[in-house]
Nanobody, 123 residues
Framework: HVQLVEAGGGSVQAGHSLTLSCSTS????????MGWFRQAPGKEREFVSAIWLRTPVVYYADSVKGRFTISTDNAKSTIHLQMNNLKPEDTATYYC????????????????WGQGTRVTVSS
């Protein structure tokens, strides 16, 4: 059973920052890749960022490049998503994902999901 525990969502004004965290077990943490997806109201879930935990190679959606940074805390089996210069269009529920695959393609997918954490950005 893969458990992903997210934290760090909230409401901020545009231009401000938030950091999301996702903790899991050591065995999951050493799986191939973990990352973040998001789903805005009325829209499909979309890829945001991912990291290969053993390399670590990172991936970002074009919409967040230069503003978001994904990182790992190996000692705590945790990944973080630092989100800077947030925009209203970043408003969504953010989901931590494990066993992310198809990275580098138009449609990355994941096998395991967290419960989601809400991010609201006001203008």
């Amino acid at each position: 059973h893969v458990q992903l525990v997210e934290a760090g969502g909230g409401s901020v004004q545009a231009g401000h920052s938030l950091t999301l965290s996702c903790s899991t077990s050591q065995s999951t943490f050493h799986s191939v890749a973990m990352g973040w997806f998001r789903q805005a109201p009325g829209k499909e879930r979309e890829f945001v960022s991912a990291i290969w935990l053993r390399t670590p190679v990172v991936y970002y959606a074009d919409s967040v490049k230069g503003r978001f940074t994904i990182s790992t805390d190996n000692a705590k089996s945790t990944i973080h998503l630092q989100m800077n210069n947030l925009k209203p269009e970043d408003t969504a529920t953010y989901y931590c994902a494990a066993h992310v695959r198809a990275l580098g393609t138009a449609t990355p997918q994941a096998e395991y999901w967290g419960q989601g954490t809400r991010v609201t950005v006001s203008s």
